[in-house]
């Protein structure tokens, strides 16, 4: 198991930016898939960024060319990087490790753009 720790969260303008961070318990960034998901009140969780152990990664269309998850492996830390922000990316924002077949989470970072 693992504990994730998110932080970097806040209020911005759009067209803003942000980096969240999401600091692991343990060394694992090399052997398991990263992922940042979002959750807005009755909304299903969204997949936004993941990064495989190998280092590739996937974004969902609506943050392509936006946001770049990336990862310090030294640090057990998984970055996402949110430029140019827009209302519509206000949400809870989780990181998210695949221990399959189950997943571990953050404790959530409230992400809000203005308009």
């Known amino acids: 198991q693992v504990q994730l720790a998110e932080s970097g969260g806040g209020l911005v303008q759009a067209g803003g930016s942000l980096r969240l961070s999401c600091a692991a318990s343990?060394?694992?960034?090399?052997?398991?898939?990263m992922g940042w998901y979002r959750q807005t009140p009755g909304k299903q969780r969204e997949l936004v960024a993941s990064?495989?152990?190998?280092?590739?990664?996937h974004y969902a269309e609506s943050v392509k060319g936006r946001f770049t998850i990336s990862r310090d492996i030294a640090r057990n830390t998984v970055y996402l990087q949110m430029n140019s922000l827009e209302p519509e990316d206000t949400a809870v924002y989780y990181c998210?490790?695949?221990?399959?077949?189950?997943?571990?989470w953050g404790q959530g970072t409230q992400v809000t753009v203005s308009s």
């Open positions: 990064i495989t152990s190998g280092g590739s990664t």
């Open positions: 343990r060394s694992i960034l090399s052997t398991n898939v």
């Open positions: 998210n490790a695949d221990f399959w077949p189950r997943n571990y």
